[in-house]
């Protein structure tokens, strides 16, 4: 029988016998060289004094390990049940005191990890609650047209008209798909940023080219001030998304005939991009929230959008390393300012 498969029961009662028959064959020996009946009563004394000392040392050890055991399950059905926080007994045998420090560590590596889990189911039901609240609207708008085409006898001119507007339902649902999906990759980092040293003018032409036809038609003035030689270590692709999101947002919330300028300065530390409009602005109460993602203000729910380019836009710019703010008031436009580390 291997001793790794042996109960430690066995082992003791296997120890205790080996024991006394060594006992039995030295006084033996003794009795034989010295024919002393009286070594034979002094070796059968102390093997009784030697089996009782240890009698009484096993079970004290018994005792020592029944209560750590005790100690040891209790502490971890708490810790499965995210109870209380493990005592370290700093005092106790040195194993002992090893396997509460490391019970411990475990529990705190436990509670990081619940929480992460508990944080992560949050944000999953909240991107849930988000897609289907964003989602609602356009899939009854088409269900609605679509319906209403099959059962009813729609002149030509309606039947285009109707078409127009699924059509427009069709784009919503597509730029919120793919919004969604830079958001997940972003989030879940299957993309990462790689920061090469670039022209910034030429990441600004990419982000500003995406909203050329909507300056066009809402007539909006749009001057930008960019070193024309200046390079800095950025993303350029994530990096013109941001701004070209921080833009379309300008153009959205800009009247006819507006403004939009686009100014660069060069810090000491950070690279500082202003992207400034002469819209509506936002109230100080709501200037905390609208980067969350699909926050929208009550007061432009009429203006296409679903309220995810700031929330992006901002987690593009955190991922390189760097932060947004914004500044505004009520009727005074509204200046977003980005700041990416030179280095």
């Not at 950025?234 to 919330?253: C, G, I, M, S």
């Amino acid at each position: 029988m291997k001793l790794q498969q042996c109960s430690v029961r066995k082992f003791l009662l296997m120890a205790s016998a080996c024991a006394a028959l060594a006992a039995v064959i030295i006084i033996s020996a003794l009795y034989s060289l010295t024919g002393n009946t009286a070594v034979v009563f002094g070796g059968l004394l102390l093997t009784a004094v030697f089996f009782v000392c240890g009698a009484v040392c096993l079970k004290f050890f018994q005792v020592k390990l029944s209560e750590f055991t005790d100690s040891l399950c209790t502490t971890l059905d708490s810790m499965m049940d995210g109870g209380e926080k493990p005592e370290v007994d700093f005092n106790a045998e040195t194993s002992l005191a090893r396997i509460s420090h490391q019970l411990e560590r475990l529990y705190s590596m436990m509670q990081v990890s619940r929480s992460r889990v508990e944080k992560e189911k949050a944000e999953l039901q909240s991107l849930v609650s988000d897609i289907s609240h964003q989602t609602k609207t356009p899939i009854a708008n088409l269900k609605m047209i679509n319906d209403t085409m099959l059962t009813r006898s729609v002149p030509e001119d309606k039947q285009r008209e109707f078409l127009q507007a699924s059509g427009s339902q069709l784009d919503k649902l597509a730029f919120l798909i793919q919004a969604m999906v830079k958001t997940s990759r972003l989030e879940t980092g299957i993309i990462t940023l790689e920061k090469k040293q670039v022209l910034l003018a030429d990441t600004l032409s990419e982000a500003i080219n995406g909203v050329l036809v909507q300056l066009e038609k809402k007539k909006i003035t749009l001057s930008v001030h960019c070193p024309e030689n200046l390079k800095f270590y950025h993303d350029r692709r994530w990096t013109a998304e941001a701004l070209y999101n921080l833009l379309d947002n300008a153009v959205k919330y800009t009247p006819e005939c507006g403004c939009i300028a686009v100014t660069v300065e060069e810090w000491e530390i950070y690279l500082k991009i202003d992207v400034a409009d002469s819209g509506r602005g936002i109230p100080e109460s709501e200037q905390a929230a609208i980067f969350k993602r699909f926050y929208r203000e009550e007061a432009v729910h009429d203006i296409d959008g679903i309220g995810i380019g700031l929330y992006l836009a901002r987690e593009i710019i955190a991922m390189q390393g760097g932060y947004m703010k914004v500044t505004s008031g009520v009727g005074k436009g509204s200046v977003f300012s980005v700041f990416l580390p030179c280095r």
